[in-house]
């Protein structure tokens, strides 16, 4: 039997300024620094379709993280 071809992936980008420093330079305490562990784990939960967990989320799509640290200051974020 023939099978028809598989629907083409999508690759959606996603860009986020994150703070991972202090403006001193100093990293943010762990407790702080959730943001971009739950972001890259959301983005991994969402990816991974053969898991059994959300995946008729998204279908035939591929998220990729693109991110810049803001170091909790609003100009440096928009310089980044």
């Known amino acids: 039997p023939s099978y028809p071809p598989p629907p ?3 690759v959606v980008r ?3 300024l ?3 420093q202090l403006p001193s330079g ?7 620094a959730d943001e971009l562990t ?3 784990m959301a983005i991994q939960e969402i990816n991974n ?3 059994g ?8 799509t591929q998220l990729l993280l693109s ?3 803001s170091r909790c200051d609003p100009d440096f974020g928009f310089d980044a």
């Not at 100093?26 to 702080?32: A, K, P, T, V």
Request: net charge negative; no cysteine; charged share 25%.
């Open 14 to 16: 996603i860009g986020a």
């Open 38 to 40: 739950s972001v890259l």
């Open 67 to 69: 991110y810049r640290d």
């Open 18 to 20: 994150l703070p991972r």
């Open 49 to 51: 379709k053969t898991d």
């Open 53 to 60: 967990v959300a995946d008729d989320l998204l279908p035939n």
């Open 26 to 32: 100093e990293l943010m305490h762990l407790g702080r």
């Open 8 to 10: 083409p992936f999508a």
